[in-house]
């Protein structure tokens, strides 16, 4: 094993995180930008991932860091270099790895994040010991990860694990990757806001304490802000996010009756809820699942690296890109 740090960098819809990680799977410094709008061309993108490189390189100094790699939330071809389609970011072809290699001057690697995270969480966190780990990251839309005996499954084309968008509802809500109904406009960050802004729109009094939570301005409304607002008692915050845990159930339940996995490792900023998602997601998978009763049941955990599983595994495939 490389002993030397790597930096491991993740980027979402909303931030590009980055940190310095050791052999252990410790982050020992920090740095994070907002993602530039999807507008952006990918070269603002990619500039932004350069300066949160350039700013822990700065930090721990060059010499100490063996590569970076880059968990991007994305199809990422089968070569890991190219990402090929990014329904929350700009890139379509696009040579990711080429093009930051050409401005960072250690051995770069790409990846999915969410096969990052499912890396991450097998070596250094909830997965430890599982043979068959199926990670499902709960963000602005949905990732997932398939790792069988320690090893990450991408699939022919690089593109394996993108669970978020199998269709779940015929003709439902439009999607961002263009088809309908696919399981993340129901079970994600993105569904949970929805639904409340819909609950305002509708001058749903039930919502008024979120409401106000929000001084009246509806765009203002995050998911973070649900998930405090279900702890600290709201029963309509509670309501929506069992809704959407109902949702995450039925999913589970399909890729269960595909992989039989033994463990599914539920990641991404939206599993900060914990329970109050995961009780209604565990219900409901049990009440779905094919042959139930008669089978053996996957556990259904929430990640311990929370949201730095991305960074985490990015960094350390990086470092042992042969994993």
Known sequence: MNSKLAIGIDIGGTKVAGGVVDVDGNITHRARRDTPHRSKRPSVVEGTIVEVVAELMKIVGPETVAAVGIGAAGFVAADRATVVFAPHLSWRHEPLREALQKRVAVPIFVDNDANAAAWAEWKFGAAQGE????????????????????????????????????????????????????????????????????????????????LDRVDGVPGNLTGPLITQAARDGDPTARELLAEIGNWLGVGIANLAAAFDPGTFVIGGGVSAAGDLLLNAARETFKRQLTGRGYRPEARVVVAQLGNDAGLIGAADLARNPAE
Not at 132 to 159: A, C, D, K, P, S
Not at 179 to 198: D, I, K, M, T
């Open 131 to 210: 043979s068959h780990v199926m990670m499902i990251t709960l963000g602005t839309g949905i990732g997932g990860g398939i790792l069988i005996n320690g090893e990450v499954q991408r699939g022919r084309f690089g593109i394996a694990g993108e669970f978020g968008h199998m269709q779940v509802v015929p003709g439902g809500h439009r999607c961002e990757c263009g088809n309908r109904g696919c399981w993340e406009q129901y079970a994600s960050g993105n569904a949970l806001v929805r639904e409340a802004r819909s609950m305002f729109s509708a001058n749903s009094p039930m919502a008024s304490d979120l």
